[in-house]
Each structure stands twice: as C-alpha cells, then as structure tokens.
T-cell receptor
C-alpha cells in the first residue's frame, strides 16, 4: 500500500470546519507537513509539525498528530470558498530530507 | 518569503519535439533542486534531485536520457523532455532547497508547468 494515505475528496459547507485526515506508515517520521495546491498552481506549505508534538495551531489551522496510530489531521475552522484546493500530507523521515507525499485530498467548499 | 518560479507555465508541443522547462530561485541560492511529476489524482512523484555543478540523481524508473536535468547555477535548474510523447503530458513541479537553510527538509515549490504533447 501507499506510504502516506489520504481520502481523495471532502465536501463541506462554507463556515463549517473541515477535517482532513492522513495516515502514514513510517514510524521514524521526523516532520509531517500539510501543503495546499490551488488549481493549476504549485504547492504552498501551510504548516508542519515535528514528530514529538501532539498539536500545533496557527490561526484557523489546527494540526493533530497521533504518533501511536500514525495519524495526522488538519482542521480548518470557518472554512471559506478560498480554501477549496487539494491538500497534501507529506512526511520526512530521519536521514532523508525528501518528503513522501500522499495523493492529496480535494476539498470542495460549497455555499 | 522564498520564491521559486517556473517557465513556461504552460506548453503545448508536437510529438517528437523537445521541451525545456526552467526553474529559478528568485531571492535565494539553491544548492539542491528537485523535479516532480504530478499525475491526476496521484501524489507527486519525485523524478530527480539535482545539485549545482554535478549530475542529477534520478529516481528508479525515470529515464535519464529522456528527462535531461541541468543545474548550471545556484539559482537555475532546467528539465528538458526530449522527444516528447503524449504520455509525457503532465504537470511538472520543481522545488528548491536554500543554501542557507538550517533544516535540510526545507523546500520551496515552484508554480508548476503544464506540458501537453499532441
């Protein structure tokens, strides 16, 4: 199976919270990332979390890491139409500096 | 913040021709640049890693004679798709690691280049 897995789609109503989930297999992951890709554009780093942290909050974004279950989530509060994009989860393991990406979750925000 | 540009943003070419894509770090020097290929609904696939002044390191399954990478300076890397075929049509994204970065995992991504081969 894939090293980093994400569901492909998520649809939410504007103003609601979005939660995008990601699971990974490598227990030696050091950093985990969330990237945002808008249509026809490259990747923008949204946030990252070091593997010894459980949670990181940055304005509307909350990242939760469950290292035991190898589960990472990104919560976007008060989701707006401008948040519609593909969100990639990625990990970097000790000894490597090249991230392994998930397939991306397409977030669709509707009125 | 650090900016990486790619040129062109879109290119359409005939089968059999070669296409060059440029990746530039605009406000920093990049010791290492990466080239990714993105398929629809698929993850980014790392194609190769290039270090300034040396040969690129290609990932398994990537043809080095087909995808020529040159990293001639600390701010420019080029990817040339030689004798392009329709199956080479894809979205190509580069990223660059700053020379000054303390963290080795820091990468800044370019906006991508959409290649369509007819």
């Amino acid at each position: 199976g894939e090293d980093v897995e994400q569901s492909l789609f998520l649809s939410v109503r504007e103003g609601d919270s979005s939660v995008i989930n990601c699971t990974y297999t490598d227990s030696s992951s050091t950093y985990l990332y969330w990237y945002k890709q808008e249509p026809g554009a490259g990747l923008q780093l949204l946030t990252y979390i070091f593997s010894n942290m459980d949670m990181k909050q940055d304005q509307r974004l909350t990242v939760l890491l469950n290292k035991k279950d190898k589960h990472l989530s990104l919560r976007i509060a008060d989701t707006q139409t401008g948040d519609s994009a593909i969100y990639f989860c990625a990990e970097v393991t000790g000894g490597s500096y090249i991230p392994t990406f998930g397939r991306g979750t397409s977030l669709i925000v509707h009125p | 913040g650090a900016v990486v540009s790619q040129h062109p943003s879109r290119v359409i070419c005939k089968s059999g021709t070669s296409v060059k894509i440029e990746c530039r770090s605009l406000d920093f020097q990049a010791t290492t640049m990466f080239w990714y290929r993105q398929f629809p609904k698929k993850s980014l696939m790392l194609m190769a890693t290039s270090n300034e002044g040396s040969k690129a390191t290609y990932e398994q399954g990537v043809e080095k004679d087909k995808f020529l990478i040159n990293h001639a300076s600390l701010t420019l890397s080029t990817l040339t798709v030689t004798s392009a075929h329709p199956e080479d049509s894809s979205f190509y994204i580069c990223s660059a690691r700053p020379r000054s970065s303390v963290r080795t995992d820091t990468q800044y991504f370019g906006p991508g280049t959409r290649l369509t081969v007819l």
